[in-house]
């Protein structure tokens, strides 16, 4: 086993960055089917990775945080 090194992964749902600008309102009406009604900021997914980076999430392994406004979660898996 290694130690001294986590595995974590940020889950992203819909957001507005400049990759998803050509879709236009096809991400705010994917956006709207959740519970924010929006697409969330980069800065809102940052914070997540930052959270995970740092000596605060230091108990945190092998977790899979879904920073989607739990829209993820009303979808069933393929």
Do not use: H
Request: cysteine-free; hydrophobic content about 45%; overall charge negative.
């Amino acid at each position: 086993m290694v130690r001294g090194v986590r595995v974590n992964a940020v889950s992203p749902g819909p957001t507005r960055t400049e990759g998803t600008d050509a879709m236009g309102e096809g991400l705010e009406q994917l956006a709207a089917q959740a519970p924010a009604g929006r697409p969330a900021t980069a800065d809102e997914i940052a914070e997540a990775i930052v959270f995970l980076a740092t000596d605060r999430s230091s108990f945190i392994y092998g977790a899979k945080i879904a920073v989607d406004a739990v829209l993820l979660q009303n979808f069933p898996a393929p």
